[in-house]
């Protein structure tokens, strides 16, 4: 669903990514996790469109981002770690605005709409303009809208920032149902609790080059040698 092939990303001088190969498939939950600086957002830039790479390719569903965007897109939800809402806009305005990008059918996206709204616990405040949000409320509108599409890979940034606690529940437990149907997740993250409880597989990067990728049993070994947790190894590995 998702290759890095040989990706790299410079700014001038500095090499942010540095050669990153990976593939995640259907129903993947990887956990990208790694210091401030090490190169995670940027590479999500990549995946995205936001940022072309230096050399290398992104594919999406065989889709090469920079060659075919608009193909490789229809594929992606993604949700950034700062949401941005068209504040003049209620929350439900900006979801049926975003439903409309991918084309989904207006009584089909009538239906998206009011289950994700009653998931993530959105509640009357679909109906008032985003202005008003918290920003916990704007995240919960920013996930909504990149499910609506139903993508076969959903791009994630930090995606607990703001939440409270039954929130994060739910998303988490959303997350996790997404994966189960299916759907590829890569997810970058600061909480390493969260990548722990959720993930399936792993990858920490340093200084723009992947140290360690692997499935949930390959770190449970690492683990055993000493470590009894995902930030214990992620604290040796990136000292």
Request: hydrophobic share 40%; with cysteine.
């Amino acid at each position: 669903m998702l290759q890095l092939l040989n990706l790299v990303k410079k700014f001038g001088s500095f090499t942010a990514v540095n050669d990153i190969n990976l593939i995640i498939r259907p129903g993947d939950f990887f956990g990208f996790i790694g210091q401030n600086g090490a190169g995670k957002t940027t590479t999500i830039k990549m995946i995205t469109g936001l940022f072309s790479p230096t050399s290398g390719k992104v594919l999406i569903n065989g889709s090469d981002i920079s060659k075919d965007p608009i193909k490789a897109k229809l594929n992606i939800g993604y949700i950034p770690d700062q949401p941005f809402i068209y504040e003049k806009l209620t929350g439900r305005e900006f979801l049926y605005f975003s439903g409309g990008l991918y084309s989904i059918a207006k009584n089909e996206l009538k239906d998206q709409i009011t289950r994700i709204i009653d998931s993530l616990r959105i509640g009357d405040w679909v109906d008032k303009r985003t202005e008003e949000y918290s920003q916990g409320m704007k995240q919960r509108i920013i996930i909504a809208s990149a499910l609506l599409h139903n993508p076969k890979l959903l791009v994630v940034d930090e995606p607990m920032i703001g939440l409270d606690p039954q929130t994060a529940l739910s998303v988490k437990e959303l997350l996790a149902e997404k994966a189960s149907s299916g759907t590829a997740i890569f997810m970058s993250t600061h909480s390493l609790h969260v990548a722990e409880e959720l993930c399936t597989r792993f990858g920490i990067i340093k200084d723009g080059s992947m140290i360690f990728e692997g499935t949930r049993d390959e770190l449970e070994t690492i683990k055993g040698f000493g470590h009894k947790n995902l930030e214990s190894l992620f604290l040796e590995l990136t000292r």
